[in-house]
């Protein structure tokens, strides 16, 4: 168990809805990162949040936003939602101390399947 | 920009067989790298690291050591076991200040009794 939990688990829907998916770093990380892992682009880096800010975006489609809480726990909201965004979506959490500032701990993930 | 190379599977071995999974990289900067596994059904979990060169991570007999001459971190393990069977991925953080990863495509290994 990584500490990092993420709701729901499994997700289905139908093309143009839109869905949140949770996440909660592991206690006193800071930062939480975003991933898609589907079977033809593999694992993508999405956005991630330091301390409530954006810190980095990577591929994330403009239908796609997240946010990052006070209590630090994170939503990623996809909407207009296409069956190509059926896929595997994983959050991580990093500690903020040196020398393991760059060591992610990944949550179980959410699949999502659209139909 | 920066990337990850991993050979290609499914890779399939007896057990007790030796195991090499190839890792390269292209980085600016002194990236770390890390190999992180995942079990079906699973979350991607972390094997190794090493955060600079020369430096060799290991973990439950796998090992990988950072050449910055050949940009590679390749995985080894001397004898693998049927629970060994899962996907590697190998993985670099970047040095731009957001700690990003970028993942290599994965590598499946299936270990046959």
């Known amino acids: 168990d990584s500490g990092v939990t993420q709701t729901p688990k499994h997700l289905i829907t139908a093309t143009g809805q839109r869905v949140t998916l949770r996440c909660s770093p592991r206690?006193?990380?800071?930062?939480v990162y975003w991933y898609q892992q589907s079977l033809d682009q593999g694992l993508q880096f999405l956005i991630q949040y330091y301390n409530g800010e954006e810190r980095a975006k990577g591929n994330i489609l403009e239908r796609f936003s997240a946010q990052q809480f006070p209590d630090l726990h994170s939503e990623l909201n996809l909407s207009s939602l296409e069956l190509g965004d059926s896929a595997l979506y994983f959050c991580a959490s990093s500690p903020t101390w040196a020398g393991r500032i760059n060591e992610q701990f990944f949550g179980p993930g959410t699949r999502l399947t659209v139909l | 920009g920066d990337s990850v190379t991993q050979m290609e599977g499914p890779v399939t071995l007896s057990e007790e067989a030796f195991l090499t999974i190839n890792c390269t990289y292209t980085a600016t900067g002194y990236p770390s790298l890390f190999w992180y596994v995942q079990y079906p059904g699973e979350g991607l979990q972390l094997l190794l690291k090493a955060t600079k060169a020369d430096d060799k991570g290991s973990n439950k007999g796998f090992e990988a050591t950072y050449r910055k001459e050949t940009t590679s971190f390749h995985l080894e393990k001397g004898s693998v076991q049927v629970s060994d069977s899962a996907v590697y991925f190998c993985a670099l953080s970047t040095t731009s200040g957001t700690y990003k990863y970028i993942f290599g495509t994965g590598t499946r290994l299936k270990v046959l009794a």
């Open positions: 206690s006193g990380d800071l930062s």
